[in-house]
């Protein structure tokens, strides 16, 4: 395959983690964290889904609502500081409160030099057992148009690059990596927090976690970009019920699904350098973008063709 000549490297970092205590104790060890992984060279680091707080969508509890905070507000201006700092691009999932009774499922983005760029809001929110998100959280809007945005998927340009995040369950759906791709993303951040039940463990734990990266490798391959898919560890109870045991297993994929680096099941940093001359190599040889058939995929937008 023909090389491209123009070079254009970013380290990023994941922070595969838990939740502390309360929210103070679990900000202060992510900003240790981040502190860590900009001293081993990442210029953008993304945390996981919800990072401040228990994975509380295992339960319906109305006072799990006052977990919510707003987009600006103390989390954020605490990393939009950190981040000026040690000029880094940090992603900074929480649980956002837009105004009384609208909550988000979101991810602010903020610059290098402390400017918040903008918030994703999660699209896809899913209702299972132990994750009862549509009690929670209102999806993003569809509606929501500006520069960088599409149907309410998002890009933002920063410093070291033009990035997409997409928040766990956006993780399975071809179309949101596809359409945050077209918007000009090199990579796509997802946030996650996903986990074994387990009782179902033994049974099927491996397929799930293969089938997890497997989804999102594809989306690197087929639309040719780095994926950057960072998860949450440990177990976490929940009264009545045997819990959730979140599987980690983070990674960063380059446009040929190829692991750059893959996390276990325990807390980590894991760093990765993106040559994003590999995305205009990629599509020079493989132009899937190029061949799409844009003129017949009307279909597509039908919830059932039978």
């Known amino acids: 395959m023909e090389a491209s000549t123009r070079r254009h490297t970013v380290t990023i970092a994941l922070i595969q983690d838990g939740v502390a205590g309360d929210p103070n104790q679990t900000l202060a060890g992510t900003i240790a964290s981040i502190r860590d992984a900009a001293g081993n060279g990442a210029q953008i680091v993304c945390l996981k889904e919800l990072f401040n707080a228990p994975y509380f969508c295992k339960a319906l509890k109305q006072e799990y609502f006052n977990l919510a905070e707003p987009i600006p507000g103390p989390t954020t201006a605490a990393l939009r500081a950190l981040a000026a700092e040690l000029s880094v691009v940090i992603v900074v999932p929480l649980y956002e409160r837009q105004a009384p009774g609208v909550y988000r499922n979101s991810a602010a983005v903020i610059d290098a030099d402390g400017t918040l760029l903008g918030v994703y809001r999660k699209m896809h929110i899913p209702h299972d057992p132990l994750f009862e998100e549509k009690y929670y959280f209102a999806p993003g809007d569809a509606t929501t148009e500006g520069e ?40 796509l951040f997802y946030p996650t927090a ?13 397929a799930q976690v293969d089938a997890w990266r497997t989804a999102q490798r594809a989306h690197a391959i087929a639309n040719g970009v780095f994926v950057a898919a960072v998860n949450r560890v440990g177990f976490e109870p929940e009264p009545g019920t045997n819990g959730l ?36 190599e990629m599509r020079r040889n493989w132009p899937f973008l190029r061949d799409r058939r844009i003129d017949a995929y009307a279909p597509i937008l039908n919830r059932w063709i039978g």
Not at 194 to 206: M, N, R, S, Y
């Open 194 to 206: 996903i986990g074994w039940h387990p009782a179902e463990k033994a049974d099927w734990g491996a």
């Open 148 to 187: 960088g945005t599409a149907s309410g998927f998002k890009v933002w340009k920063t410093r070291y690059g033009t990035i997409g995040v997409l928040i766990c369950w956006d993780q399975w759906y071809p179309e949101a990596a596809r359409i945050t791709a077209l918007l000009g993303a090199d990579i």
């Open 245 to 280: 045991e979140f599987f980690g297993n983070s990674f960063v994929a380059d446009p040929f699904g190829r692991y750059l680096v893959q996390g276990g099941t325990t807390n980590a940093t894991l760093i990765a350098t993106c040559d994003l001359a590999l995305v205009e």
